[in-house]
T-cell receptor, first 116, second 111 residues
Framework: EAQVTQNPRYLITVTGKKLTVTCSQN?????MSWYRQDPGLGLRQIYY???????DKGDVPEGYKVSRKEKRNFPLILESPSPNQTSLYFC???????????????FGPGTRLTVT | KNEVEQSPQNLTAQEGEFITINCSYS?????LHWLQQHPGGGIVSLFM???GKKKHGRLIATINIQEKHSSLHITASHPRDSAVYIC?????????????FGTGTLLAVQP
């Protein structure tokens, strides 16, 4: 079954304690991305990756790191989480058409993070 | 400044009604995605459009590139269509892809 998996699904942590949210896809997609969703602000892109070892900042990258060492995995790292990073996080993947546009986005189930 | 604007923000309909959700976007958007998010949070991609019209079951999406406008239509609406519908503009900048999201339309279909 084609899917994007995220772990953990729920996480409560304390300020400053490093954490990693994993994301994995089994569709051999080149394009992967991380989003956060906040009430009233909608979805915002944190980082994206066009392929292995190719990553770039989205609209709200501050406080986050990513890596893309393998095509299937795109972990999101919070080196020193703060309460303003409390949010619902989604990972997504897609492939690109011949014109370079991303095709249908496949979203993971979401990770609800609370930083106290 | 949000480059993707959706309307309405909230929409209540009676079962069976024809529903339209609108999305306007700015210069630089190469394609438009429509997404559905049910209560509980999961997001599903409905359509990706760069021109014309697409149909899937009771859902129809259209895009007018000259007017920078896209619409999502739901025919014969049903309570199970109740969800948040999100449009997202894709800014294809050659070597990069970025998605810019609207804030969503909360649809409630009453039986």
């Amino acid at each position: 079954e084609a899917q994007v998996t995220q772990n953990p699904r729920y996480l409560i942590t304390v300020t400053g304690k490093k954490l990693t949210v994993t994301c994995s896809q089994n569709m051999n997609h080149e394009y992967m991305s991380w989003y956060r969703q906040d009430p009233g602000l909608g979805l915002r892109q944190i980082y994206y990756s066009m392929n292995v070892e190719v990553t770039d900042k989205g609209d709200v990258p501050e406080g986050y790191k990513v890596s893309r060492k393998e095509k299937r995995n795109f972990p999101l790292i919070l080196e020193s989480p703060s309460p303003n990073q409390t949010s619902l996080y989604f990972c997504a993947s897609s492939y690109r058409t011949g014109r370079g546009l991303s095709h249908e986005q496949y979203f993971g189930p979401g990770t609800r993070l609370t930083v106290t | 400044k949000n480059e993707v604007e959706q309307s309405p923000q909230n929409l209540t309909a009676q079962e069976g009604e024809f529903i339209t959700i609108n999305c306007s976007y700015s210069v630089g958007i190469s394609a438009l995605h429509w997404l559905q998010q049910h209560p509980g949070g999961g997001i599903v991609s409905l359509f990706m459009l760069s021109s014309g019209k697409k149909k899937h079951g009771r859902l129809i999406a259209t895009i007018n590139i000259q007017e920078k406008h896209s619409s999502l239509h739901i025919t014969a609406s049903h309570p199970r269509d109740s969800a948040v519908y999100i449009c997202a503009g894709e800014n294809y900048g050659g070597a990069t892809n970025k998605l810019i999201f609207g804030t969503g339309t909360l649809l409630a279909v009453q039986p």
